[in-house]
């Protein structure tokens, strides 16, 4: 069983930063993706970012350029730094392990204003 719990969402204006924390109960070590998903209201819930344990990075077109994910297996987290925040990128952030079973932290909510 594997608990995942975000941290760093809140409000911030259109082209600011917000910095999101993933901390797993387990070890990541042995997830071999982690991600970032999001979803606002009314919307499909829609792939951000995943990272392999290999350190390969995938990203959604919206966000290229933008976001950067990271992982620390020594510390059992996932990151995820968001630069150059727009309106549209509000939405309740996820993040998502894979070791063959599927976990899923509860989100942190992302605002950015106009």
């Known amino acids: 069983q594997v608990q995942l719990v975000e941290s760093g969402g809140g409000l911030v204006q259109a082209g600011g930063s917000l910095n999101l924390s993933c901390a797993a109960s387990?070890?990541?070590?042995?997830?071999?993706?982690m991600g970032w998903y999001r979803q606002a209201p009314g919307q499909q819930r829609e792939l951000v970012a995943t990272i392999t344990s290999g350190r390969t990075t995938n990203y959604a077109d919206s966000v290229k350029g933008r976001f950067t994910i990271a992982r620390d297996n020594a510390k059992n987290t996932v990151y995820l730094q968001m630069n150059s925040l727009k309106p549209e990128d509000t939405a309740v952030y996820y993040c998502?392990?894979?070791?063959?079973?599927?976990?899923w932290g509860a989100g942190t909510l992302v605002t950015v204003s106009s």
């Open positions: 998502r392990a894979d070791r063959g079973l599927i976990y």
């Open positions: 387990g070890t990541i070590y042995s997830m071999r993706v």
